[in-house]
């Protein structure tokens, strides 16, 4: 059938429609990407030295924080001649033939408790690795009698004292060529001996923890099990069993709400909470077979065990080279570490300051009372430098430009957050906001130095980094938002061709049934 004249229009249109659709998407896709690339780089004004940086010149580098001094936090002076180490005691001498153990085969047929601690034993690390009963009990292991095998001519000891058994631990365990095939250290013996724990044992207190108190008696695991008491998750647990007894620590006069502090703080939120194993315990702190409370001059050593690089900025400030000066604990607590923030800088509502917080009424000397940093809450830069002195200036310039610099980076990730959620590509911005960040991190270890020109220095860096992160999220934003505009444009035209095309067809069709009905032409 030939085409009529009609159909050839509609054909034609059908056609021209189509190229007007093509060439309207072409030129969206041109214009898009002539925005893209003919916007200019988005050019960040210098920033102007911060409030902290000019407050900081016109201080001057004698103006950092006042010298403050603090009590020790512990009575016990620092320095002080160690005790005199006890020596090593000799392994228990006994008959053996190095495989017999009658011990355990009477032992674990007697009774179920006695069962239960051959048990015990045999799944133990020493039952593993050859440490039989008469290594700590003595006695003859090859002697099926009982009085042969529990003669004292036989080393036989029976259940030994607690004062007894550190000795009987540390006859092994101070032994370097025993120990080697083990790789473990042969200090511990010495180390309890100028404990707390041990110069009390020494003394006559079996109250005290002694090594089978820690590790088990029978049950020893090593102390990478996971189930071992002494596993480091488990530490602030096994030393609050003691510490959190009222009744146990009162005639020590030590508090025992210390592991419900520690849970809260920080440092034990991470242990227990998210089984953190770079999170101090207990014994990170205080030492585990040397065990005892840090002097305030040992505390920023033990606090720089982890914190490396903010101890030796630290030790840059005008606090460090006090003799007797505020500490890690003065401004950050023991056990209640909180997380540090800007906001804890001050108090919400200056408190009132006078000489005697600082100065000795009677002598001058610098001097802090303990309990004047006992709460968190009463942790802060004007607990000691009033809102008319240099030092709260420096200290105010100190946290405007924290505030600063972490307010400007937390706009620029949300932009950049925003912009990729809309499907635009942000990574050529990601090295900014990540040095921003750095930054920002390193200007609050920083405020250890108290000094603001320090701490400014890396919060104008920040801040810089920052808002070449957030000029770049603008620009995409926009992009964004202009090919949306253009989508919508381009739409809208298709939308119209796709009308006319049906209104024409919808026409021809009406003309061509209107000329089949006529009759045809002679």
Known sequence: ?????????????????????????????????????????????????????SAGASLGPSASLAPIATAAPVTTPSGSPGPTLPPVPKPIVHPSDASSNTCYDCH?????????????????????????????????????????????????????????????????????????????????YAKYATSVHGQLLAAGDSRVAACIDCHGSHDIKKASDPTAAVYPLNVPKLCSSCHSNTQLMQPYGIPTDQYAIYSQS???????????????????????????PPTSSDVVDVCGKCHTA????????????????????????????????????????????????????????????????????????????????????QASGIRDALVKASATYDTADAKLQQAAALGMIVTDADVALTEARTDLIQARAAVHTTQLTDVATLTDAAVAKAGEADAFADSKLSESTFRREAMVAVVIVIALNVFVLLAVRRRIHRDDHAAEGEAPVA
Request: proline share 7%; aromatic share 4%; with cysteine.
């Open 310 to 393: 903010t101890q030796a900025l630290y030790e840059k400030s005008r606090h460090s080279t006090l003799d007797v000066g505020p500490k890690c604990w003065t401004c950050h607590g023991t056990h209640d570490v909180q997380p540090t923030s800007e906001d804890r800088l001050f108090h919400p509502t200056p408190p009132t300051v006078n000489c005697t917080i600082c100065h000795d009424p009677v002598t001058n000397t610098f001097r802090l009372k303990t309990e004047q940093f006992a709460t968190d809450a009463d942790r802060r830069c004007d607990t000691c430098h009033h809102s008319a002195s240099a030092e709260y200036a």
């Open 108 to 188: 674990s047929a007697v009774n179920a408790t006695q069962a239960q601690i051959s048990s015990q034993w045999s799944d133990s690390v020493h039952g593993k690795n050859g440490v039989g009963c008469a290594d700590c009990h003595g006695g003859d292991p090859r002697s099926t009698s009982m009085s042969v095998a529990m003669s004292p001519q036989a080393g036989f000891i029976g259940k030994p004292s607690k004062a007894v058994s550190v000795g009987v631990c540390g006859s092994c365990h101070s032994d370097a060529a025993r120990m080697a095939q083990y790789q473990l250290a042969t200090d511990e």
């Open 1 to 53: 059938m030939m085409p009529t004249p009609r159909r050839d229009v509609f054909a034609r249109l059908t056609r021209r429609a189509g190229a007007v659709a093509a060439i309207c998407l072409f030129v969206a896709v041109v214009l898009a990407r002539t925005a893209a690339a003919e916007s200019p780089t988005p050019v960040v004004p210098t920033p102007t030295p911060s409030p902290a940086a």
């Open 266 to 292: 920080v440092h034990g939120q991470d242990l227990l909470q998210k089984a953190d194993l770079r999170a101090p315990t207990c014994a990170s702190c205080h030492g585990s077979h040397d065990a005892k």
